[in-house]
């Protein structure tokens, strides 16, 4: 089955949201303008020399996956057990997560597709209703120099490169399908916009607070309509965060597939989880 073009750029898009969700306080606006500049041609260059077909490339992809998949494991667990499950173990949060990405990731990359594509609708509304619902809290005053411009840019610059290029990896060398400079730039600019949004909502207090992505929602009155309505938006972004673990242990499975035998592999990606799992507990 040929993998649908608007399939790949949809799980890009959501790939480099995830990613700049989870490190928000590292990344600012004019890093995501410089790291695109940067990356735009350095993927093209890739694709030219046809990178992914080396050794070594996989080899320094499935070093980088196994710590970034743990590492991101932490990260969506704990923002779980603040946002969504704050009874609930961090253990269980965790090992829950690994064991439906352990089942679903062997399943194939058409099959993780069809899965983020049918989520994606419904990510897509909320992400529009929530935009709707911030309109009448956006304060463009709030907005300034020192808000936007909260890090270092070399930093800041660098940490954004590497997720770009990783998501190619993740998305397109996998595919073996082209990229297109529009997925980037569609990408980024959204990021952009909604910097701008949670500043001219949270202002100042933007840099303090843990999530601003969420924090943006508790200013929101609906009446007692509903109650605690950021956890709706808390879960709408726990799915974008998900595809985001998943797609990483499929790049490990994906590696390793082609190396291993069916019995090997499945010993190897069970160590990996395990590992994975206890590192992510740290």
């Known amino acids: 089955m040929k993998t649908i073009k608007l399939e790949n750029r949809i799980t890009y898009f959501l790939l480099i949201f995830s990613l700049f969700l989870l490190n928000y306080h590292s990344i600012n606006i004019f890093s995501i303008i410089f790291a695109s ?12 020399i046809n990178i992914y077909k080396y050794k070594l490339t996989r080899i320094i992809l499935l070093i980088i996956s196994c710590p970034l998949l743990s590492f991101y494991l932490n990260k969506v667990t704990y923002f779980i057990s603040d946002n969504i499950l704050r009874d609930y173990s961090g253990l269980v949060i965790a090992f829950t997560l690994l064991l439906s990405i352990f089942i679903l990731g062997n399943k194939g990359y058409h099959t993780i597709i069809k899965v983020i594509i049918i989520n994606c609708y419904f990510i ?3 992400t529009l209703i929530g935009l709707f619902i911030l309109i009448p809290y ?3 005053q709030n907005i ?3 808000i936007l411009n909260n890090n270092n840019l070399f930093n800041s610059s660098v940490t954004y490169i590497f997720y770009l290029i990783y998501s190619y990896f993740l ?7 082209k990229f ?3 997925d980037l730039i569609i990408s980024s600019s ?4 909604y910097i701008l949004l949670i500043n001219s909502v949270l202002s100042i207090i933007t840099n303090y607070v843990k999530y601003p992505y969420i924090a943006i929602f508790k200013k929101v009155n609906l009446i007692g309509f509903i109650d605690r309505i950021e956890i709706i938006f808390s879960m709408n972004n726990l799915f974008i965060f998900y595809f985001l673990l998943l797609l990483i242990y499929y790049q490990i499975y994906y590696i390793l597939k082609n190396k291993l035998k069916s019995k090997q592999l499945n010993i190897t990606l069970s160590i990996i989880s395990i590992l994975v799992f206890l590192f992510s507990l740290i």
């Open 190 to 193: 959204f990021n952009i916009f």
């Open 37 to 48: 500049i940067i990356t735009i041609p350095t993927i093209k260059l890739f694709e030219k």
């Open 124 to 126: 897509f509304f909320i």
């Open 171 to 177: 998305i397109y060398s996998t595919t073996n399908t």
């Open 138 to 140: 956006i304060n463009i």
């Open 144 to 146: 300034n120099l020192s």
């Open 180 to 182: 297109k400079n529009k």
